[in-house]
């Protein structure tokens, strides 16, 4: 337990996570005071003071919530250098499932990105609107984010404290190769179909985001995170290892590929985001933005592009495929 | 068109020192008119000047410049005003020392993106009007006083705000260079502006473009 806690990228998470969680917590509880009191159309000494104090609130609220993104990357790296202290781990894989916490703490991670993603764009457009028309969404939005950053802290602490350098885990072999679940791809379906269903869903994507449809690109956006995240782990995963028995999410991260894991999985969740935004805008703000469709696309494009460029590299160098 | 209602300005509210340098001011300055706000020092007319240049905010009231509420404009919208229909004459001038004429009066340009050759024909127009041309390549810092001020005016100019503010504009100037700027506020208001001027220079007291004279005691208007 010791030995995780002193490794010197855990000592950086959790300080910069506890501080961030300080720094959230003191802006959300001025942030309750502000959004009770607020009257922008009073030009009251004390509705003055209000605007003062909300511009520096809003000010920590987003450095603080930009390092928050910054750190999951950070975290995935984490993980990833943990594999060299943790018994039988290969890679992040082993590290995670190395207790109950890892995969909720992981999933708990991606959805806090998102919210932040969120309140960030909520953000830029009060901002620069003239009467700061969405300060009371953005305050409720950041006490709903402190709440989740609550929980993602404490699941956190409980995840490194209760990896154990002694007792062996699994790796990503096991967890997902042939000798893990038999039946690892989701309602039954074979490669095949899965492909068939990952380049459908793509193209639903595009057809969403041309149409602008804010309630079909969330849910094609949706559906391509959930194959994506498939296809990705059992079918091109396999080409970048050049292996087909080496099935796993996360050792694309490691130097040995380029680190491509990064840029597929980052291209994904940022298509992902802005495919999904635009409903979350609607309900929240009533106003959709058209450009991040045409983000949606371009990310989601470009994920499609690295997954299918590996298949693709590997039938022209070998003629065949894997 | 310059609307302030029921304006205050306290500082350190709620300290020891707490100082109350504007108390309910009301006033209104319309279009191509000049208007002296006139006091002691110490008397709040260049505080109030700044909040009527966006650049410090009221502690309660109202300001309304050119149909803008701009004490509760956010600080983007207010840099934008700031830029785009103000120009403010600092008593020290706040010159950058180091720089030509010529580059000094272009700053405020810079974040516009304008093309070279727009950014120097804004800066001829400006340095002719303000009869400094002749200095264009001079480093600020080997200019009189008075040429520092024609180059500051110059710079408050060349965005080609509506409303020009000149704080204690005669401060540092002799009796001849005063004159000379006299002459160039008159050219000013021919040209459209609205100009305010905050000063306790008897100067101002009798010049017949002067449409009204604003005299503050003590944070009030007093006459």
Redesign the interface.
């Known amino acids: 337990m010791g030995d995780i806690l002193l490794q010197q990228n855990v000592i950086i998470l959790v300080v910069a996570g506890f501080l961030i969680l300080l720094m959230q917590g003191l802006a959300s509880f001025f942030g309750i005071y502000i959004y009770k009191k607020w009257d922008f159309s009073s030009t009251s000494a004390f509705q003055y003071t209000l605007e003062k104090k909300s511009y520096l609130i809003v000010l920590i609220l987003f450095f603080s919530l930009i390092a928050k993104i910054i750190l999951l990357p950070y975290f995935a790296f984490t993980i990833d250098s943990l594999s060299d202290v943790v018994h039988g781990a290969m890679c992040a894989a082993g590290v995670v499932g190395a207790n109950e916490y890892g995969n909720f703490l992981l999933g708990l991670k991606i959805f806090i990105i998102f919210i932040v993603g969120i309140w960030l764009i909520v953000n830029k457009l009060d901002i620069t609107a003239y009467d700061y028309p969405y300060i009371k969404t953005k305050l409720i939005l950041a006490i709903v984010i402190f709440a989740f950053i609550f929980i993602e802290f404490v699941l956190e602490i409980l995840y490194f404290t209760h990896i154990s350098t002694d007792v062996p885990v699994q790796c990503c072999s096991v967890i997902f190769g042939v000798s893990g679940s038999s039946d690892p791809l989701p309602f039954g379906i074979n490669t095949q179909t899965l492909l068939i269903l990952f380049y459908s869903i793509y193209i639903l994507v595009l057809i969403a985001n041309i149409q602008k449809n804010p309630l079909f690109s969330f849910l094609s956006t949706i559906l391509l995170f959930y194959f994506g995240y498939y296809a990705v782990t059992y079918f091109f995963g396999t080409y970048i290892y050049q292996l087909p028995t080496h099935i796993c999410p996360f050792c694309m991260l490691q130097s040995d590929y380029y680190f491509v894991g990064y840029l597929i999985w980052g291209s994904l969740f940022l298509g992902s985001f802005f495919g999904i935004v635009n409903l979350a805008l609607k309900l929240l703000i009533k106003q959709t933005i058209q450009k991040y469709f045409l983000y949606s696309t371009f990310f989601n494009t470009i994920f499609v592009i690295i997954c299918t460029s590996y298949v693709v590299g590997y039938y022209l160098v070998n003629g065949v495929f894997l | 068109m310059i609307k302030i209602k029921?304006l205050?300005k306290?500082y350190n509210?709620g300290q020891k020192n707490e100082f109350v340098a504007l108390r309910n001011i009301n006033f209104e300055v319309l279009p191509n008119t000049v208007v002296v706000l006139k006091g002691v020092s110490g008397s709040g007319k260049s505080t109030l000047l700044s909040i009527i240049g966006g650049m410090n905010?009221?502690?309660?009231?109202?300001v309304i410049v050119e149909d803008k509420?701009i004490?509760?404009?956010?600080?983007?919208?207010l840099s934008n005003f700031r830029a785009s229909s103000i120009g403010f004459v600092f008593q020290s001038f706040h010159l950058i020392n180091d720089l030509s004429v010529f580059d000094n009066i272009s700053i405020p340009l810079i974040p516009l993106g304008l093309s070279a050759k727009e950014i120097e024909e804004k800066v001829n127009y400006a340095m002719q009007i303000c009869n400094i041309a002749h200095k264009s390549m001079e480093i600020s810092k080997n200019l009189s006083g008075g040429e520092k001020q024609r180059v500051a005016i110059a710079r408050a100019l060349v965005n080609n705000p509506n409303i020009i503010l000149l704080d204690e504009p005669t401060a540092n100037l002799d009796s001849a260079n005063s004159k000379n700027l006299v002459e160039i506020l008159s050219n000013l208001k021919k040209l459209g502006k609205t100009i305010v001027i905050s000063t306790h220079d008897s100067l101002f007291d009798e010049l017949d473009f002067v449409e009204k004279i604003i005299y503050i005691k003590d944070g009030d208007i007093s006459g």
Request: aromatic share 6%; no cysteine; hydrophobic share 35%.
């Open positions: 029921a205050n306290i509210v905010k009221p502690t309660s009231g109202e509420y004490a509760k404009l956010p600080d983007l919208h």
